[in-house]
């Protein structure tokens, strides 16, 4: 028998990121939580080192979509026009803003600091997460990114329609709130590819735990920069892909 009914669907808009009034990236991304997704973004792209780079931040909305202005510090401003300036001309490119295959897979910062975690840890942080979900769980179709601490009942967590998204409003959400990022683990919905990695060593957090696999590139990435690894991490247990002497009994 056909029944009529309703569903809860996420929105999808798109959201340009701009420094200094030049438009940087164009995202299609759930319209929540912005000003974090505008300095995770940031961050997790080396455009920034941390907050005090940004002089200003204002979200603004335009009859096709949201604008994420951001005006840097002096510093920052000449080293992202210079980067503009070798950017011009490229066309046809897989991976906006790089120029090279060199830089598809950047060098990271080693991820050194950091303490340990149980399994118990790792399915709290999985329950954690998912008591966090407000809009996953009314539209069961997002991505979420959330960061587990020791002992804290709550989770710091973002949901967008693009996992890329979620991570880098995760990224925003604990620097702007001042978090350590070496103080936890950050837990994610999605597989793991190697961007995944990239901005989790670049925000400084040692410790990565996802849901679904990652892939092998991201396995070599993560060791190379001294990162804990857990992924296929469900109810029943979990795999250390790199990392497991962070892993304790």
């Given at each position: 028998?056909?029944?009529?009914?309703?569903?809860?669907?996420?929105?999808?808009?798109?959201?340009?990121?701009?420094?200094?009034?030049?438009?940087?990236?164009?995202?299609?991304?759930?319209?929540a939580?912005?000003?974090?997704?505008?300095?995770?973004?940031?961050?997790?792209?080396?455009?920034?080192?941390?907050?005090?780079?940004?002089?200003?931040?204002?979200?603004?909305?335009?009859?096709?979509?949201?604008?994420?202005?951001?005006?840097?510090?002096?510093?920052?401003?000449?080293?992202?026009?210079?980067?503009?300036?070798?950017?011009?001309?490229?066309?046809?490119?897989?991976?906006?803003?790089?120029?090279?295959?060199?830089?598809?897979?950047?060098?990271?910062?080693?991820?050194?600091?950091?303490g340990?975690?149980?399994?118990?840890?790792?399915?709290?942080?999985?329950?954690?997460?998912?008591?966090?979900?407000?809009?996953?769980?009314?539209?069961?179709?997002?991505?979420?990114?959330?960061?587990?601490?020791?002992?804290?009942?709550?989770?710091?967590?973002?949901?967008?329609?693009?996992?890329?998204?979620?991570?880098?409003?995760l990224?925003?959400?604990?620097?702007?709130?001042?978090?350590?990022?070496?103080?936890?683990a950050?837990?994610?919905?999605?597989r793991?590819?190697?961007?995944?990695?990239?901005?989790?060593?670049?925000?400084?957090?040692?410790?990565?735990?996802?849901?679904?696999?990652p892939?092998?590139?991201?396995?070599?990435?993560?060791?190379?920069?001294?990162?804990?690894?857990?992924?296929?991490?469900?109810?029943?247990?979990?795999?250390?892909?790199?990392?497991?002497?962070?892993?304790?009994?």
């Amino acid at each position: 028998m056909l029944e009529q009914g309703e569903r809860v669907l996420p929105e999808e808009t798109p959201v340009a990121l701009v420094h200094d009034a030049t438009t940087t990236a164009v995202m299609m991304a759930t319209p929540a939580d912005l000003e974090d997704f505008a300095i995770g973004f940031s961050i997790s792209e080396g455009l920034i080192a941390d907050l005090s780079d940004v002089r200003a931040l204002e979200i603004v909305d335009d009859p096709h979509g949201v604008e994420a202005r951001m005006w840097l510090s002096t510093a920052r401003s000449a080293a992202l026009m210079d980067r503009r300036r070798r950017l011009v001309g490229p066309t046809g490119c897989g991976l906006c803003g790089v120029e090279s295959l060199a830089q598809a897979v950047p060098s990271l910062p080693t991820v050194t600091a950091g303490g340990r975690i149980t399994p118990d840890d790792v399915l709290s942080a999985l329950a954690a997460m998912t008591r966090a979900q407000a809009l996953g769980a009314m539209t069961r179709t997002v991505h979420a990114a959330g960061f587990w601490t020791p002992g804290r009942e709550d989770m710091p967590l973002r949901e967008d329609v693009g996992r890329h998204n979620a991570l880098d409003k995760l990224v925003g959400a604990i620097v702007r709130a001042g978090i350590d990022p070496t103080a936890g683990a950050v837990v994610l919905t999605s597989r793991v590819s190697v961007e995944m990695v990239q901005k989790t060593a670049r925000l400084g957090a040692p410790i990565l735990v996802a849901v679904s696999a990652p892939t092998a590139l991201a396995v070599r990435t993560a060791k190379a920069c001294g990162m804990t690894l857990i992924a296929v991490a469900r109810s029943d247990g979990f795999e250390v892909f790199s990392g497991p002497e962070r892993v304790t009994a």
